[in-house]
């Protein structure tokens, strides 16, 4: 696979930016690239990039992180040493930038060397399960917000249709209608599908260009969520 | 079947308040549940209805009260310290017996505490936390899909008894993504009679008021009002029950730490050990009635809570003290692992009688 200098993960939030980010990184990591990631979502106070320290960490990935990630410190402050991915050319940078407008406003202060440098990607993480994108119309919507709020234009779309520990191939093949759209409507290629590794071992061979992802598992996920995904029994 | 979305358990409920037929929140931000009033604020103004960001909590709460009086369905939603400042309108709206909806998506305490989950704000939601003699409904969901099917069931529940309906929730089960599906509970609807909506000259007036006169009068509102608590004690507990048919022990949980607890609980079984689990979906109304048939059968009890124990006083309660009851917690935003249930779990498999 062929790598930009820096490659930014946006999108709507709860798309799966940081999932796709970390994923990116570890593969970068893996083809022997001096990789670092950094977390610039100034929005989401659980979930962030900081949670796969120990995995990044272990892949020899360079972790930055705001100061008070995942800590009671509610302040949306970025680190100076952000400023290293557009600085270093000799690094491989990954920017997982937050959701929406808000989340990408952060973005703003490295637009002009991201831009002077011209060897980005600049991916657009879609995901047609959320409720504020069901449709590539509403998707492109923000996208034009997000591109507004942080300087740089998108230059490729990722496929991350899911619907978390239910996503079966199926549900990403479903998405493939909904990208050619929104791939039409912005005259973006599509760049990436990612998935989650056993989704993705479906996969083979059907779509391409696919990152498989590995997702950490979490405290809270129930003993009858854990295997394969499936459709649970609603509350009555 | 109906569609699945992936959804923020934040942005969940306030889907699901819209499709319950509110048109009217009021909010002041808070993290972690800042994305209820986001959420407001990007799709009410499409739908004809109204978001408004109040310059305080006390305003907002004030402004659910007044939205509440004209016989609307309304809500509001905040983090611990917010409930706090709403406490005194969660009075009012108490003792002038009109239906709301409210939020408390919890976080660590006291005072300003921190931003990470918590669930110390048990006593504040079921003793009360505003002044007099009241209850609220509290729903506690410990999934995405149980925060959007609770919040259409709380503005049910409210409507039909006249009172606050509050979601007792986490940062965590707040900010969580899993799939849920909408049309699972229906939207049911009251008439109100009573609401404060213009006499057009055809009626007499309607008043919505907490202050009476007359301490006799007083007396008997609250007489009355504890009638119809009564009722929903008898008609609206919900809990879930899990392995507990040839249980020894019973543990009891709620929100984010029953799922801690149903992991330790799964581990312990695949260890041989019989233990179980209570989950109090309703806080007030508890569910003292199934703990009592339970201490019949097990030889103790185990809490998992965010907090320094609180919910604890109502499982002793519930079962008379006939059973011990340990506590596993954690508290200020930290999380029990499921090994520190687990260890609880063998604790109490060796007491008990």
């Known amino acids: 696979m062929d790598h930009k200098r820096i490659t930014l993960f946006a999108g709507h939030y709860g798309s799966g930016k940081t999932n796709i980010a970390v994923n990116y990184a570890l593969l970068l990591a893996r083809e022997g690239k001096k990789t670092a990631i950094a977390d610039l979502d100034i929005v989401n106070p659980y979930f962030r990039t900081k949670d796969s320290a120990s995995d990044l960490e272990a892949a020899g990935v360079d972790l930055i992180s705001p100061q008070f990630a995942n800590t009671n410190v509610d302040l949306p402050a970025l680190p100076a040493e952000a400023y290293r991915l557009v600085e270093d050319k000799s690094i491989f940078a990954v920017m997982d930038v937050g959701g929406d407008d808000r989340g990408a406003y952060a973005l703003g202060r490295y637009a002009p060397f991201i831009l002077e440098e011209e060897d980005y990607c600049m991916a657009f993480v879609a995901n047609p399960c959320r409720p504020l994108t069901r449709t590539p119309e509403e998707a492109l919507e923000v996208m034009r917000e997000i591109e507004t709020a942080g300087g740089v234009p998108f230059t490729a779309i990722v496929n991350n249709a899911n619907l978390a520990h239910e996503t079966t191939p199926e549900t990403v093949l479903a998405a493939i209608p909904y990208m050619e759209r929104l791939s039409k409507l912005s005259g973006l290629p599509i760049w990436l599908t990612s998935a989650e590794e056993t989704v993705a071992a479906g996969l083979a061979g059907k779509i391409p260009h696919l990152l498989p992802m590995k997702l950490q598992a979490k405290y809270f996920d129930l003993p009858e969520q854990k295997g394969p995904p499936r459709v649970r029994p609603l509350f009555g | 079947?109906?569609?699945?979305?992936?959804?923020?358990?934040?942005?969940?409920?306030?889907?699901?308040?819209?499709?319950?037929?509110?048109?009217?929140?009021?909010?002041?931000?808070?993290?972690?549940?800042?994305?209820?009033?986001?959420?407001?604020?990007?799709?009410?103004?499409?739908?004809?209805?109204?978001?408004?960001?109040?310059?305080?909590?006390?305003?907002?709460?004030?402004?659910?009260?007044?939205?509440?009086?004209?016989?609307?369905?309304?809500?509001?939603?905040?983090?611990?310290?917010?409930?706090?400042?709403?406490?005194?309108?969660?009075?009012?709206?108490?003792?002038?017996?009109?239906?709301?909806?409210?939020?408390?998506?919890?976080?660590?305490?006291?005072?300003?505490?921190?931003?990470?989950?918590?669930?110390?704000?048990?006593?504040?939601?079921?003793?009360?936390?505003?002044?007099?003699?009241?209850?609220?409904?509290?729903?506690?969901?410990?999934?995405?899909?149980?925060?959007?099917?609770?919040?259409?069931?709380?503005?049910?529940?409210?409507?039909?008894?006249?009172?606050?309906?509050?979601?007792?929730?986490?940062?965590?089960?707040?900010?969580?993504?899993?799939?849920?599906?909408?049309?699972?509970?229906?939207?049911?609807?009251?008439?109100?009679?009573?609401?404060?909506?213009?006499?057009?000259?055809?009626?007499?007036?309607?008043?919505?008021?907490?202050?009476?006169?007359?301490?006799?009068?007083?007396?008997?509102?609250?007489?009355?009002?504890?009638?119809?608590?009564?009722?929903?004690?008898?008609?609206?507990?919900?809990?879930?029950?899990?392995?507990?048919?040839?249980?020894?022990?019973?543990?009891?949980?709620?929100?984010?730490?029953?799922?801690?607890?149903?992991?330790?609980?799964?581990?312990?079984?695949?260890?041989?050990?019989?233990?179980?689990?209570?989950?109090?979906?309703?806080?007030?109304?508890?569910?003292?009635?199934?703990?009592?048939?339970?201490?019949?059968?097990?030889?103790?009890?185990?809490?998992?809570?965010?907090?320094?124990?609180?919910?604890?006083?109502?499982?002793?309660?519930?079962?008379?003290?006939?059973?011990?009851?340990?506590?596993?917690?954690?508290?200020?935003?930290?999380?029990?692992?499921p090994d520190q249930v687990l260890a609880s779990i063998r604790e109490a498999q060796k007491g008990g009688n």
């Not at chain 2, 109100?192 to 006499?199: E, I």
């Not at chain 2, 984010?256 to 109090?280: H, M, T, Y």
């Open chain 2, 1 to 337: 079947m109906a569609e699945r979305v992936l959804m923020k358990g934040n942005e969940a409920i306030a889907e699901a308040a819209i499709r319950a037929g509110c048109r009217h929140y009021f909010g002041y931000p808070i993290t972690p549940q800042t994305e209820i009033a986001a959420y407001m604020a990007k799709k009410m103004p499409k739908i004809g209805g109204v978001f408004l960001q109040a310059e305080s909590e006390i305003a907002s709460i004030n402004m659910v009260y007044g939205a509440a009086a004209a016989g609307m369905r309304v809500m509001t939603s905040s983090s611990s310290p917010g409930i706090s400042l709403k406490s005194e309108g969660l009075s009012y709206i108490a003792g002038s017996d009109v239906p709301a909806f409210v939020v408390n998506v919890q976080r660590g305490g006291p005072g300003l505490g921190g931003i990470q989950p918590s669930q110390s704000d048990y006593f504040q939601a079921t003793k009360g936390g505003g002044h007099g003699d009241y209850r609220m409904i509290v729903l506690a969901p410990a999934s995405v899909q149980e925060m959007a099917s609770l919040t259409v069931k709380g503005f049910n529940l409210a409507d039909k008894y006249l009172m606050t309906a509050m979601i007792l929730a986490d940062g965590t089960i707040g900010q969580m993504m899993e799939p849920i599906t909408f049309e699972d509970v229906e939207v049911e609807s009251y008439d109100k009679p009573w609401a404060l909506t213009g006499t057009k000259l055809r009626r007499k007036h309607n008043i919505v008021n907490s202050l009476y006169l007359k301490p006799d009068e007083l007396e008997r509102k609250n007489f009355e009002r504890y009638e119809r608590y009564r009722t929903v004690e008898e008609n609206e507990v919900m809990y879930e029950e899990y392995m507990m048919e040839d249980a020894e022990v019973c543990v009891v949980a709620f929100g984010i730490a029953s799922r801690v607890a149903k992991n330790a609980v799964a581990q312990a079984r695949s260890e041989g050990v019989r233990v179980g689990l209570i989950r109090p979906i309703t806080l007030w109304p508890f569910p003292s009635k199934v703990l009592r048939q339970a201490a019949e059968k097990v030889k103790s009890f185990v809490c998992v809570e965010l907090n320094m124990g609180q919910m604890i006083e109502d499982v002793r309660l519930a079962i008379e003290c006939t059973r011990p009851v340990s506590l596993c917690n954690r508290t200020g935003g930290m999380i029990p692992s």
